[in-house]
């Protein structure tokens, strides 16, 4: 069973990838919105939610049984918490005011909200960890 996780996992040094990619996304959107004044969210929201789940899922220095409860444990609030905070941006910043207002109805895209969901992961894993 362990060497079967061993496979999923990714090595420390994926951080380096995972920033790389954030940075790109960062790169990307303000390089398109520079040159043709186009403001491209999803660009750089995918972007970056590939690099926070190369930062989240790599391994940590010093990885052991602590650090795989204490990630779980960070996952298991962070996602219903981010459905919530989703649900509560697209019910009252995104929705239109009069639901028969003939506008398409446009919501957070799944990269959004996935990104919403590994901010709060990452945030809630090093506080677990700084408090253990």
Known sequence: MNTLLNVFSYSYRMNIIGIGCILWGFYSFFSKYWCYQLLDIQLISGLCCWGLIFIFFSKEKTDDERIHQ???QALTWAV???????HLINYFLISPQEPDSGKLIQSLSAYESLGIILLLALALFYYLKQRD
Do not use: D, R, W
């Open 70 to 72: 204490l990630k779980f």
């Open 80 to 86: 219903p918490v981010g459905f919530f905070i989703t």
